[in-house]
């Protein structure tokens, strides 16, 4: 989450704007998938137009490593997420197109490739139950077949505890 979501449209643009101020003042490449926190007042085009962030690719390169952007801002019906509407944090889904984008890269990809796999929504199935994307059957069942000795790390966030774990032979880091 950049934002946490406040309870007024003008708020959550005021604090966007200072939030990616500082980021873009920083000189750091970034890269911001949203989080659902986001979503409470603000809708995607909104969010990219006052944070002037780039919107992830699915997949990019940073150094020697692929780094695959997997947003789960969806209910299970495959709706988005959007702005003004009562999400159900707990609903958050990853739609079939990215499930398949995600087999198709990891299976074309040569022997030595290295992947990084990065969600808001926890894909480390021993974080809460409610943190967990609903689908993750589908995507840790890619990273063992597609992705064996190509995945190194899956990253996520949502969890505020934050987590560590090893599990289907991958880090799993929970920030």
């Known amino acids: 989450d950049v934002i946490n979501g406040s309870t007024s449209k003008a708020d959550d643009i005021e604090h966007l704007s200072r939030v990616a101020k500082v980021i873009r003042d920083s000189s750091v490449p970034v890269l911001v998938m949203q989080g659902n926190h986001d979503f409470k007042n603000l809708d995607d085009d909104t969010f990219y137009r006052i944070s002037d962030f780039v919107r992830p690719p699915f997949v990019c390169r940073a150094d020697e490593v692929n780094l695959i952007?997997?947003?789960?801002?969806?209910?299970?019906?495959?709706?988005?997420?959007?702005?003004?509407?009562?999400d159900n944090w707990k609903d958050t889904y990853i739609p079939g197109d990215q499930i398949?984008?995600?087999?198709?890269?990891?299976?074309?990809?040569?022997e030595g490739s290295r992947f990084w796999i990065l969600c808001h929504q926890c894909l480390d199935i021993g974080v809460e139950e409610r943190h967990i994307v609903n689908n993750v059957g589908e995507v840790l069942e890619i990273i063992e077949t597609e992705g064996k000795d190509k995945v190194e790390f899956i990253i996520c966030g949502h969890y505020h505890p934050g987590a560590y774990s090893i599990d289907i032979g991958r880090?799993?880091?929970t920030l």
């Open 100 to 110: 398949e984008a995600l087999r198709e890269v990891l299976a074309t990809s040569p």
């Open 171 to 173: 880090e799993f880091v």
């Open 69 to 86: 952007f997997l947003d789960a801002n969806y209910s299970s019906d495959g709706t988005r997420y959007g702005s003004c509407v009562k």
